[in-house]
């Protein structure tokens, strides 16, 4: 607007100064009294200049509402924040859950290794009493039955845990984690930031608020847990812990201002938008 609006003050100087291009001389014929104008001068060039240059550095009015944005002033358009973010809500309980299994995952290898560490040191003792230094009469006789109830135990244990992390493991809940994780970074914080955006296109003005500033706490969060990654593939505690601990923060944002002052926001949107 600004560039237009010097363009074409500048033209109107420029031919104020050249006078009007008339090689036949058909305007002189015509020409009476009134129109037989003396050319503008040097000084009333530039100051037309300089009227145009001041009127090019003024400040241009925030064209943020009327309709100068068309459809992306539209209910469609204007709803697609919250869809969106709803979407991403739902994204954050899954993700959540998918985490938390794939810990447990994690958690049961300990567990496991464990348990076959005991159940091998069951049978080792249960092989040991009839073993090398034993009398033929020891040899002979059955194992004690705390010894065999110890190794049953043990393999027990060692099933159990085995068939359960064997269930977890068919859920594919890593690949999962990461896929989520990776869907709210790319349409989590770039739909967070369209929101303020068509809210100035359609009011012109924002609305600082407890949903604009859980916003930006939920999108600073999902960029701090996305960045604990490389420290928790290396294995850090501290870091899964933070990891859990940040996206509980985010999911207790989310569920507490989020959604109930989203809602309230949407029913506004639909009551002052029209198709599309």
């Given amino acids: 607007m600004r560039v237009h609006r010097l363009a074409l003050l500048a033209g109107c100087a420029d031919a104020l100064v050249r006078g009007s291009f ?27 200049s300089a009227a145009a240059l001041a009127t090019a550095m003024l400040p241009d009015a925030a064209v943020a509402k009327g309709g100068e944005y068309g459809l992306a002033e539209g209910r469609i358009i204007s709803l697609a924040h919250p869809v969106a973010m709803g979407g991403c809500f739902l994204a954050t309980l899954y993700a959540g859950y998918t985490g938390l299994q794939w810990r447990m995952l994690r958690e049961l290898g300990v567990e496991l290794k464990e348990a076959r560490a005991a159940a091998s040191a069951a049978q080792k003792a249960v092989q040991e009493h009839a073993g090398a230094g034993a009398s033929d009469e020891e ?3 059955p194992p004690p039955p705390s010894l065999v109830r110890a190794a049953s135990d043990a393999d027990a244990a060692v099933a159990a845990l085995t068939e359960k992390r064997s269930v977890i493991q068919a859920g594919n809940f890593r690949d999962r984690h990461y896929q989520l994780g990776t869907i709210l970074l790319a349409v989590g914080i770039p739909m967070a930031l369209e929101g303020p955006v068509n809210t100035y296109m359609r009011a012109g003005k924002l609305f600082p608020g407890p949903h604009v ?47 109930p002052t989203g809602l309230e926001i949407a029913a506004k949107v639909i009551e002052k938008t029209k198709f599309p």
């Fill in 213 to 259: 500033y859980a916003g930006v706490g939920v999108a600073s969060l999902w960029a701090v847990a996305a960045a604990l990654v490389p420290e928790m593939q290396k294995g850090k505690e501290w870091a899964r812990t933070a990891h859990i601990g940040v996206n509980a923060v985010t999911f207790g944002l989310f569920a507490y201002y989020q959604i």
């Fill in 22 to 48: 008339d090689p036949l001389g058909l305007a002189a014929r015509d020409a009476g009294p009134i129109t037989n104008l003396s050319p503008v001068r040097q000084p009333t060039a530039a100051i037309v």
């Fill in 139 to 141: 040899a002979l006789a």
